[in-house]
C-alpha cells in the first residue's frame, strides 16, 4: 500500500532560481539558509489510508485467531464480518486511486509495490501455503498503478463526474465476475460462460480456474473499477485541498507507512498470538 508523494510544482509555474527563498508553509518566505520545510502531505488521504491500515491490522488478527487457532466467532465469520472486511478493502482501494494524482514517478512505484506483492507470494507459498495470497490487493495495486501510468493522458482527458460514474457502475457490475455472474453488487443477475474459468493463468483478471485459491484475492475485476473511481472522484477535490506539513497522530503516521505496516504486521500478529497461546491466555 503504497504513500502518495507530495504534489509537486503546479504546471506552468516554473521553478525558482536557486537564489529565490522557497516560501514555508503559510506563505511566508523562508530566509536564506534556514532549514528547508517539511514535504507537504494531503493529511485527509493519510488519515484515510491510516483509518484503512488500522482496521485491516485488526482484522487480520482476528482471522488469524479465528482459522488459525481455531476460535469461532459467528459474527466475524458471517455477515458483520464481511462488511467490515469490504469496508477496509473499499476504503483502501477508492484512497490508492485519488492519491494517483499527486504520484510523480507511478510507473516506477508500481513496480516496487509489485516487488512487494510478489514477495509476499514467495513467502505465503513457503511458509503457509493453505494461506498463500496469489493475487493479493498489493498485486492490485501495483498493476492498476502501472495501467494507470501506461493511460495517464486517456485518463487525465477524461471528463471526473463521467469517468466516477462509469468507473462505479462497471464496479457494482462486474463485482461478482470472480464468482461467475454479472450483476448488481452481490446479486447476481447473468452468469457468465464456464469455458472463461477453465485457464489456470487468468486468475488476475478475475477469472479464476479450477482449483485456484488465494488467501486474499483482487482481481482485476472488479477491482480496478474501483481504483480508477477514486481517482476521478477525487478530481473536483485537488484544487480545493492544499498539502500541508505531515501530521503527527497515530493514524496520519500509519497513513503514511502503510505499505511498511502491511508488509509487517500479519507476521508480528500471528508471532503475538502464537507468543499468547504458548503461555495459556489464547
Known amino acids: 500500500m503504497a504513500d502518495s508523494p507530495a504534489p509537486g510544482p503546479v504546471p506552468g509555474s516554473g521553478l525558482a532560481p536557486a537564489s ?83 504520484g510523480r514517478h507511478t510507473a516506477r ?6 516487488g512487494c506483492a510478489l514477495a509476499v507470494s514467495a513467502v505465503t507459498l513457503l511458509m503457509m501455503p493453505s494461506q ?23 485518463l ?14 462497471l464496479f457494482l457490475a462486474t463485482k461478482l465476475v470472480p464468482s461467475g455472474y454479472l450483476g448488481l453488487l452481490d446479486i447476481p443477475l447473468l452468469a457468465l460462460p464456464e469455458a472463461l474459468y477453465q485457464t489456470p493463468f487468468l486468475f488476475p483478471l478475475g477469472l479464476p480456474g479450477p482449483g485456484f485459491f488465494s488467501g486474499d484475492y483482487f482481481p482485476l475485476l472488479p477491482w480496478l473499477f474501483l481504483y480508477w473511481a477514486g481517482y476521478f472522484a477525487w478530481a473536483p477535490l485537488k484544487k480545493r485541498l492544499r498539502p500541508a506539513a505531515p501530521g ?4 496520519e503516521w500509519a497513513g503514511r ?3 511498511l505496516i502491511y508488509m509487517l504486521h500479519q507476521p508480528a500478529a500471528y508471532g503475538l498470538l502464537w507468543a499468547l497461546a504458548a503461555l495459556g491466555m489464547v
Open 20 to 102: 529565490t527563498p522557497v516560501p514555508a508553509h503559510g506563505g511566508v518566505a523562508a530566509p536564506p539558509g534556514a532549514k528547508a520545510p517539511p514535504a507537504g502531505r494531503l493529511r485527509l488521504l493519510d488519515f484515510l489510508r491510516g483509518f484503512s491500515v488500522f482496521s485491516m491490522v485488526a482484522y487480520h488478527t482476528l482471522f488469524d485467531y479465528v482459522y488459525l487457532f481455531g476460535h469461532p466467532m459467528g459474527w466475524y465469520q458471517g455477515w458483520p464480518g464481511y462488511v467490515w472486511q469490504q469496508s477496509i478493502c473499499w476504503v483502501f482501494i477508492l484512497v490508492s486511486g485519488a492519491s494517483l494524482h499527486y
Open 109 to 114: 512505484r508500481g513496480l516496487a509495490v509489485l
Open 132 to 154: 498463500r495470497v496469489m493475487s493479493g490487493i498489493l498485486h492490485l495495486i501495483a498493476v492498476a498503478m502501472l495501467l494507470s501510468a501506461a493511460l495517464r493522458r486517456v
Open 156 to 169: 487525465e482527458k477524461t471528463p471526473p463526474a463521467a469517468g466516477a460514474a462509469v468507473c462505479f457502475a
Open 248 to 251: 503527527k497522530n497515530p493514524l
Open 257 to 259: 507507512h502503510s505499505l
